[in-house]
């Protein structure tokens, strides 16, 4: 067991970013999705589940970047948060895109994990905030738009969940 007096702080952020508990995770909300209805947005519902899933990857990309990397400029808000297509080029597009949601979240929980991270110590390039503050809004962003996500897929009638 580690010295680290905030250890189980650590522990518990790094599972909130992992979703699930009370949440649906990012895992099962794509599982068995259609490649069909990826860019398929519901009548009366704005994101199709590319928009949303390029939405997750990007802002999850840039409080991660932030958060490492003093020379990091974030794109324009909103319009550089959200992808120009509703629909993927094809599914490797597709899959590229979940691969680096994936290894940005990995290194977001490796960063929270990280003994030698502070997590109150303000950032020196930001404005008051910590690494553990944008730990917490990734994951509060994440669990929104993959309920987002889940929204779609009933609505698309491709939800068993």
Known sequence: MSNDPHQALRKHVAD???GGNAHVTFEDAIKDLPA??????????PHSPWMLLEHLRIAQWDILEFSRNSKHKSPDWPG???PKTEAPANAEAWE??????????????????????????????????????????????????????????????????
């Open 16 to 18: 909130f970013l992992a």
């Open 36 to 45: 069909k209805l990826r860019g398929v947005k519901p009548a009366n519902f």
């Open 80 to 82: 550089g948060y959200w």
């Open 96 to 161: 590229r895109s979940v691969e680096q949601f994936r290894d940005d979240l990995e290194a977001m929980q490796e960063l929270v994990n990280n003994p030698k991270t502070d997590l109150f110590a303000r950032i020196p390039w930001g404005e008051g905030q910590t690494i553990l503050r944008e730990a917490l809004l990734v994951a509060d962003h994440n669990a929104y738009h993959v309920a987002q996500l889940v929204d779609v897929r009933r609505l698309l009638e491709a939800w068993k969940g």
